[in-house]
C-alpha cells in the first residue's frame, strides 16, 4: 500500500533578546528540518518516585517508540513554574547520563547520539540513546514532549 501522506518542513525559531548596560544583544535563529512525516506532542505527568519512561528509540516504530534513525527532532519542556525534573538518557544496559531541566525550560535535540566519560576521560565515541526517561524534583512535574520524524 503506498502511502498518502505528503512531508512537510518544521521550522523551529529561537529568539535570544537582552539590553545590558544599554546594548542589545542577541540573535535570531530559524533551524528548518525537511521531509518531515510525523510528529508526536505529548504531555506527561512525572511523579518523584521513580523513573517514567518518556520517550523510547528503536529499530523499527511501537507505542511510544520512534525509529532512531528517523528521528530528526525532539523537544522536551518543564512545564512546571517551579521544580526541576531530571531527565536521564539511557543506551544500553549501561550507559547513561543524567540532565537536570529546570522549570520553565526546554531541551532541544536534532539527533539521538550522546557521548559521556568517567572523571577525566578522554572522549571515545557517540552512541545513540534508546529511551528517556524522567523523575520529578520535590512535587510531581509536568513536561511537554514533540517529536518529529521523516
Same mark, same amino acid.
Given at each position: 500500500?503506498?502511502?498518502?501522506?505528503?512531508?512537510?518542513?518544521?521550522?523551529?525559531?529561537?529568539?535570544?533578546?537582552?539590553?545590558?548596560?544599554?546594548?542589545?544583544?542577541?540573535?535570531?535563529?530559524?533551524?528548518?528540518?525537511?521531509?518531515?512525516?510525523?510528529?508526536?506532542?505529548?504531555?506527561?505527568?512525572?511523579?518523584?518516585? @521513580?523513573?517514567?519512561?518518556?520517550?523510547?528509540?528503536? *529499530?523499527?516504530? +511501537? #507505542? %511510544?517508540?520512534?525509529?532512531? $534513525?528517523?528521528?530528526?527532532?525532539?523537544?522536551?519542556?518543564?512545564?512546571?513554574?517551579?521544580?526541576?525534573?531530571?531527565?536521564?538518557?539511557?543506551?544500553?544496559?549501561?550507559?547513561?547520563?543524567?540532565?537536570?531541566?529546570?522549570?520553565?525550560? @526546554?531541551?532541544?535535540?536534532?539527533?539521538?547520539?550522546? *557521548?559521556?566519560? +568517567? #572523571? %577525566?576521560?578522554?572522549?571515545? $565515541?557517540?552512541?545513540?540513546?534508546?529511551?528517556?526517561?524522567?523523575?520529578?524534583?520535590?512535587?510531581?512535574?509536568?513536561?511537554?514532549?514533540?517529536?518529529?520524524?521523516?
Amino acid at each position: 500500500m503506498a502511502t498518502t501522506l505528503s512531508t512537510a518542513t518544521l521550522t523551529v525559531s529561537i529568539q535570544e533578546t537582552i539590553t545590558l548596560n544599554g546594548t542589545k544583544q542577541g540573535a535570531s535563529i530559524n533551524a528548518k528540518f525537511g521531509k518531515i512525516k510525523q510528529v508526536d506532542e505529548r504531555i506527561f505527568t512525572v511523579p518523584t518516585s @521513580s523513573e517514567t519512561a518518556i520517550l523510547n528509540l528503536s *529499530s523499527s516504530a +511501537a #507505542a %511510544g517508540t520512534y525509529v532512531t $534513525s528517523k528521528v530528526r527532532y525532539i523537544r522536551f519542556t518543564n512545564l512546571d513554574d517551579t521544580n526541576f525534573v531530571r531527565l536521564t538518557f539511557v543506551s544500553g544496559s549501561k550507559n547513561r547520563f543524567d540532565t537536570k531541566l529546570e522549570a520553565g525550560r @526546554s531541551m532541544i535535540f536534532s539527533n539521538a547520539s550522546i *557521548s559521556g566519560s +568517567a #572523571a %577525566g576521560a578522554s572522549f571515545g $565515541s557517540f552512541s545513540n540513546f534508546t529511551s528517556v526517561k524522567a523523575t520529578a524534583n520535590s512535587a510531581a512535574v509536568d513536561v511537554g514532549l514533540f517529536v518529529a520524524t521523516i
